[in-house]
């Protein structure tokens, strides 16, 4: 990991950071279901607007630029808030300094300190090689393949992965 990486709750005035991350990911449409037009003030409050969840950013401890972003909050309300759920976005230009694995290791070990007894990735998108990886490495497994439930724009139909693991 880059120790240049900082990890922190984001602010309001980190949203600008955040989109400049979010919106190549989003446009590109490899790896998240949200429309690949989703405008900023939807996808603002899709991130940041969640009641419950907590955001993260992975900022350049030199400069502040955001690196990435996270999020986690209850998979399901009730019964089912025990399970945490997360969402991970590195910027495209950022990718191989450990953003994401510094986001992973701070999602984990918040969800773990709020209570959740483990964590649970509805949606992982079968040929996000690097996601599925990394998601591995930090000990989830795949417990399920939805089949041809991604319309990726490259690649087709591909599965879409439900991974979990244990806090």
């Known amino acids: 990991m880059d120790h240049r990486i900082h990890v922190r709750r984001a602010t309001d005035e980190d949203w600008p950071g955040i989109w400049q991350a979010l919106e190549p990911v989003l ?3 490899e790896t998240y279901t949200y429309p690949r037009d989703i405008t900023e003030d939807e996808a603002r409050t899709v991130w940041t607007g969640t009641p419950g969840a907590r955001v993260l950013v992975a900022a350049d401890a030199a400069d502040g630029r955001v690196l990435g972003t996270a999020k986690y909050l209850p998979n399901h309300p009730g019964a089912g808030a025990h ?3 997360a969402s991970f976005v590195v910027a495209p230009d950022a990718g191989g300094r450990g953003v994401g694995r510094a986001l992973g290791h701070a999602v984990l070990d918040g969800a773990r300190a709020e209570g959740y ?3 649970v990735f509805n949606a992982v998108v079968e040929t996000n090689d690097r996601a599925v990886a990394l998601w591995r490495s930090l000990g989830f ?3 399920a393949t939805v089949p ?5 724009p490259t690649h087709g139909l591909v599965g879409l992965h439900i991974m979990h693991r244990t806090l």
């Open 83 to 85: 399970v945490a759920n």
């Open 141 to 143: 497994t795949v417990l």
């Open 27 to 29: 446009r590109a449409g």
């Open 117 to 119: 007894r483990a964590m």
């Open 148 to 152: 041809e439930a991604f319309d990726h």
